[in-house]
């Protein structure tokens, strides 16, 4: 657990993020369980993968469309976003742009 808060701390600053809600959001998505897969998340191939259960097109979009270098992996594999700190950093550039889509509404950024 020491090393997933250090990664939990570490996305949520990338981002400016409070990191309990982070962490909340692991907790709700996979108890907390970094090889969480949900295989009936999505279309045919499309699963939510990971601790914080992110789908590997959305994770590639954030990628493609970051101009930051906090995610920084060019060429994304599902085994890569299985990864906790990659897969936290993914689902923290994500949060990072619903809050400012919706205007920092947690509600609405998160459902």
Not at 29 to 48: C, I, R, W, Y
């Amino acid at each position: 657990m020491g090393t997933l808060l250090i990664h939990i701390y570490l996305a949520a600053g990338a981002y400016n993020l409070d990191p309990a809600i982070l962490r909340s959001l692991c907790t709700v998505e996979s108890n907390l369980q970094v090889n969480a897969v949900n295989l009936h998340d999505g279309g045919p191939g499309e699963h939510s993968l990971g601790i914080c259960q992110i789908k590997y097109t959305t994770a590639l979009q954030m990628g493609m469309n970051r101009d930051s270098n906090c995610v920084s992996v060019k060429r994304l594999s599902k085994c890569q976003l299985m990864q906790p700190d990659i897969n936290l950093l993914y689902a923290a550039a994500y949060l990072r742009f619903q809050l400012n889509r919706y205007n920092g509404n947690i509600h609405k950024a998160v459902s």
